[in-house]
């Protein structure tokens, strides 16, 4: 699904390099509003969204999205951790209620889930008394949304509502400047997974996507069938990776006792001289523009 939204955005707005291509679709995709990737993204904010508040609110808060609960349970999915526990805390609902609700707007396509690969903790024998907080830790799925556009709405539009309906655009727009780094970088990190299924020959047998635990959390998980684990990070900066970011990776398996065959870096800004030198087959770069070639 994300490929054809991917391509369709790209038949739609033709860009002119991956980083602009990226950083549109992270809060247009799938909005169906016609823009111009040369016109600032703020200010095509202003013009396409916020001065059209009224229109975009009644096509998006029809029916089930109306509800109050609802509107607290999406606003929590976009501006939290995404796990459902966590989600269901933040909006102030029962897991039950929130559990109820999730399945409902995953029916209906709003919604998809991304299921934890967290294995719960073993006891060594029947009788050892697990680490306090080892025992209460909970695995818990995550959420995402399928639109772009609508987690950009339920992260900086709907919170502001109020601000928005008497003409203070501001507010929305520093908000969005404060947090669009981290925002962008996580359709940045959907996008790498896409392109790690796609270099790897869409095996069905792939199993790609984060993972996290009690302990870490990686942005590219992948098992290769006969060849272990491979393992991805992404940087959605403004400067380029370097070798540290590698060991600081590499510390971050040891704490799990992983060993990854591969280490893939996936980098907005490209990459510095001395970890360019290191790439091989168990070390590979990719920036931006390299997955050009999914949309081709």
């Known amino acids: 699904m994300l490929l054809t939204q991917l391509r369709r955005f790209y038949d739609e707005t033709y860009p002119e390099d991956m980083e602009t291509f990226i950083s549109y679709f992270a809060v247009f995709g799938e909005s169906g509003i016609e823009i111009d990737t040369t016109v600032p993204i703020a200010e095509l904010i202003v013009t396409k969204v916020l001065d059209h508040y009224g229109e975009h609110y009644n096509r998006i808060h029809t029916g089930i999205l109306e509800d109050r609960s609802v509107i607290a349970l999406l606003q929590a999915v976009a501006k939290g951790d995404r796990r459902i526990l966590s989600v269901c805390r933040n909006a102030r609902l029962s897991e039950a209620k929130g559990g109820e609700l999730i399945e409902h707007l995953r029916r209906i396509g709003i919604i998809g889930l991304e299921a934890s690969r967290e294995a719960p903790p073993k006891k060594l024998h029947p009788k050892q008394k697990l680490k306090r907080e080892v025992a209460r830790h909970r695995i818990s799925h995550k959420i995402r949304f399928i639109s772009p556009f609508l987690r950009f709405w339920f992260r900086f539009v709907s919170p502001n509502h109020r601000r928005i309906e008497k003409g203070d655009y501001e507010s929305v727009l520093n908000l969005f400047a404060e947090h669009d780094t981290a925002f962008t970088g996580l359709t940045f990190e959907e996008i ?105």
């Open 192 to 296: 790498s997974q896409q392109y790690v299924r796609h270099r790897l020959g869409d095996d069905p047998h792939l199993r790609c996507g984060s993972y996290w635990d009690r302990m870490i959390e990686l942005d590219v998980l992948a098992r290769i069938p006969g060849d272990g684990f491979l393992v991805g990070e992404c940087k959605w900066t403004s400067t380029s990776v370097n070798r540290g970011e590698l060991q600081k990776l590499q510390e971050k398996c040891a704490l799990v006792g992983l060993e990854p065959a591969q280490i893939w870096f996936f980098a907005k800004r490209g990459f510095s001289n001395e970890l360019e030198a290191m790439q091989s087959d168990s070390l590979v770069l990719v920036s931006a523009e390299a997955m050009k070639e999914l949309l081709e």
